[in-house]
């Protein structure tokens, strides 16, 4: 695997490869029975498809702003061995390979706050826990930031607070609630669904926009409305918010970036006759 970009005007969007993972295939497609599904993508034997780890990079003039971190480096064998990915592949070595060091991200942009998204925000370093990003802002969803530090029942396993409260101490997080301006034509807006405080990263040059809807779009597959996750908290709301996301992105064409998608993260949404939606690949 490899980064994949694309271009908007002047910005550059970068889909990072941070790893992949083998992933329960019914927690992921919820009600959808597994004959339909386990027609879409393959399934090892213990019933997993494999989801990729795969943050946005935003270059735009001077500034460099990721969006999710994957899970970084902070693992227990016992880490390891539930979610099988490979350690030596993170968001690090990604942007590694596009020609930047940690201390060349201005700004974290957490979607979530799930330890496949977030965890990737600190290292172990000489005093303990360390932003993994030293010179950025990180930016969080207050509702969300609310549910991950007194998490229900069902989401204490999704969530590692060591790896994100020692931000907050360290004073480089900035909350944000429901629409936020990152500046240089980037924003972020809640969408809720997967979890409350959910958020999507809008990207618009004045040309063209895009988007990456994180968790409320993770696969190709799911830009089906039905088709909603085991995993989402609330899947009223996934409904509302990605028929909301995908007729504007259908209707103006925007640039779409899926963050667990393995057959490829980049391309746009068509709408059939029938209000049907369909992820089309970007062009090579
Ligand atoms: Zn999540």
């Given at each position: 695997m490899a980064n994949v970009k694309t271009r908007l005007g002047d910005t550059e969007l970068v889909s990072l490869d941070a790893g992949r993972f083998p992933y329960d295939g019914g927690a992921m497609f919820g009600g959808v029975p597994k004959v339909i599904w386990g027609n879409l993508t393959p399934v090892d034997e213990f019933n997993r498809i494999i989801l990729t780890l795969s943050p946005l990079l935003i270059r735009s003039g001077s500034r460099s702003i990721v969006v999710d971190v994957g899970y970084g480096s902070r693992h227990t064998e016992k880490d390891l061995k539930i979610?099988?990915?490979?350690?030596?592949?993170t968001v690090v070595t990604a942007l590694a390979a596009e020609g930047l060091r940690p201390s060349d991200i201005d700004t974290v942009i957490l979607t979530h706050l799930h330890a496949d998204h977030a965890a990737g925000s600190t290292s172990d370093g000489e005093n303990g826990?360390?932003?993994?990003?030293?010179?950025a802002r990180y930016i969080a969803n207050e509702v969300e930031w609310e549910a991950a530090n007194n998490p229900d029942a069902r989401s204490a396993a999704a969530y590692r607070p060591d790896d994100f409260v020692p931000l907050e101490r360290a004073g480089l997080l900035d909350f944000v609630g429901d629409s936020h301006d990152v500046g240089d034509g980037v924003s972020v807006g809640r969408t809720g669904g997967?979890?409350?405080?959910h958020m999507a990263v809008y990207v618009d040059t004045g040309a063209r926009k895009a988007v990456y809807p994180a968790d409320l779009v993770p696969t190709r597959h799911h830009v089906r409305v039905p088709y909603i996750a085991g995993v989402d908290l609330f899947p009223l709301e996934v409904i509302e918010s990605k028929k909301k996301m995908l007729t504007q992105a259908a209707a103006e064409d925007w640039v779409v970036i899926l963050d667990h998608d393995v057959a490829g993260n980049i391309g746009r949404i068509v709408q059939d006759g029938k209000g049907r939606f369909a992820f089309r690949d970007a062009e090579a």
């Open positions: 979610w099988g990915f490979d350690p030596a592949i826990v360390e932003p993994a990003f030293p010179n997967h979890t409350a405080g």
